[in-house]
T-cell receptor
Framework: TQLLEQSPQFLSIQEGENLTVYCNSSSVFSSLQWYRQEPGEGPVLLVTVVTGGEVKKLKRLTFQFGDARKDSSLHITAAQPGDTGLYLCAGARWGNKLVFGAGTILRVKS | DSGVTQTPKHLITATGQRVTLRCSPR?????VYWYQQSLDQGLQFLIQYYNGEERAKGNILERFSAQQFPDLHSELNLSSLELGDSALYFC?????????????FGPGTRLTVL
């Protein structure tokens, strides 16, 4: 059983559509990070959220940390083919270890 | 380019063998993390070193070991290899000793055990 459940596992959409990826847990995290990984490369950090209820925006990407710090979402507006990749959420639990979700594979078709 | 380098990029070996994966962290980063990524297990934390000392352990098998040297580069040693050890192995580094800190990942080493 994954400590962090990501949904959906796969998402295939047309360019210009909006989408939301969810990251849920029954555990509380001190912080939560979102990464994007392209084939053959390592994950690249997109954002870190720390405060319950926090919302961060990165151009067309909006990240939200749940009030109880147990869940997070990533919303992409007007998706582009360049957004294609594996999106990973990772939680920190007042320690040094990051726990990763299984990831959401996003494919944006032009 | 994250600034983290890993060698080799690809490694093909046989069951029962031993291999060493190498990682050089970003300049100035003191923490090094090792992860294993496979299709069925996702990205799993193995072990962390901070300034030469082991700081945290994850799902690392007893057949695996790691160390961080005085120049801060790190090596992950995998021995008595099994088919199931085939995976991508990533190294990441961060400036300090905390999961709050941004971790920069290297390009990974793809290990294939035949």
């Amino acid at each position: 059983t994954q400590l962090l459940e990501q949904s959906p596992q796969f998402l295939s959409i047309q360019e210009g559509e909006n989408l939301t990826v969810y990251c849920n847990s029954s555990s509380v995290f001190s912080s939560l990070q979102w990464y994007r990984q392209e084939p053959g490369e390592g994950p690249v950090l997109l954002v870190t959220v720390v405060t319950g209820g926090e919302v961060k925006k990165l151009k067309r990407l909006t990240f939200q940390f749940g009030d109880a710090r147990k869940d997070s979402s990533l919303h992409i507006t007007a998706a582009q083919p360049g957004d294609t990749g594996l999106y990973l959420c990772a939680g920190a639990r007042w320690g040094n270890k990051l726990v990763f979700g299984a990831g959401t594979i996003l494919r944006v078709k032009s | 380019d994250s600034g983290v380098t890993q060698t080799p990029k690809h490694l093909i070996t046989a069951t029962g063998q031993r291999v060493t994966l190498r990682c050089s962290p970003r300049s100035g980063d003191l923490s090094v993390y090792w992860y294993q990524q496979s299709l069925d297990q996702g990205l799993q934390f193995l072990i962390q070193y901070y300034n030469g000392e082991e700081r945290a352990k994850g799902n690392i098998l007893e057949r695996f070991s790691a160390q961080q040297f005085p120049d801060l580069h790190s090596e992950l040693n995998l021995s008595s290899l099994e088919l199931g050890d085939s995976a991508l192995y990533f190294c990441a580094s961060s400036a300090r000793d905390s999961a709050y800190n941004e971790q920069f990942f290297g390009p990974g080493t793809r290990l294939t055990v035949l």
